[in-house]
């Protein structure tokens, strides 16, 4: 598959989240241009602060290949990590992060700060916007969806965008 499809993946996963109520970030992480593993944001719905995209898919990949080294790997995901999420990425040792929308608020691969810029003992390659305006249209719709029914006082529900 190519990184388009990947992301694209990554996309279909992204809308899974939302369908549940949970920010609409999806991951995948591929080896050799296959997907080995796929997530998305369940932190709302499993009630825990480190059920993030690319934490799960990271986890799934680990698990799928019988080990904590994924050099070979590339992780594919619809916002730009944060830190948590880039300290896993360098822990892993992924050799490529592939993201599409920029995050302003929490954005470590140059948005808010570069993590992958310091000395640590792993530096993923970095490409960034790769769908981007799909991703970035996903995650403003379900955010002004939810600011909608907040208004309302109705509960949130998400629906996806027309494109």
Known sequence: ?????????????????????EVPVGAVVAKDGEP????????????????HAELLAIDAACRALGGWRLW???????????????GAIVNSRIKRVV????????????????LFALPFNHRPQVEGGLLEDECAAL??????????????GSKPKWKKPQS
């Open 72 to 86: 070979q790997c590339e992780l594919f995901v619809t916002l730009e990590p944060c830190p948590m999420c880039a």
């Open 36 to 51: 080995v593993a796929v997530a998305h944001n369940t932190r709302e719905t499993g009630k825990n602060a480190t059920h």
């Open 99 to 114: 993201y599409g929308a920029r995050d302003a608020k929490a954005g470590c691969c140059g948005s808010v700060t570069d």
């Open 139 to 152: 995650l403003a719709a379900f955010f002004e969806e939810l600011r909608r029914r907040r208004r309302e």
């Open 1 to 21: 598959m190519d990184d388009i499809t990947l992301m694209r993946l990554a996309l279909a996963e992204a809308e899974k989240a939302a369908a549940l109520g």
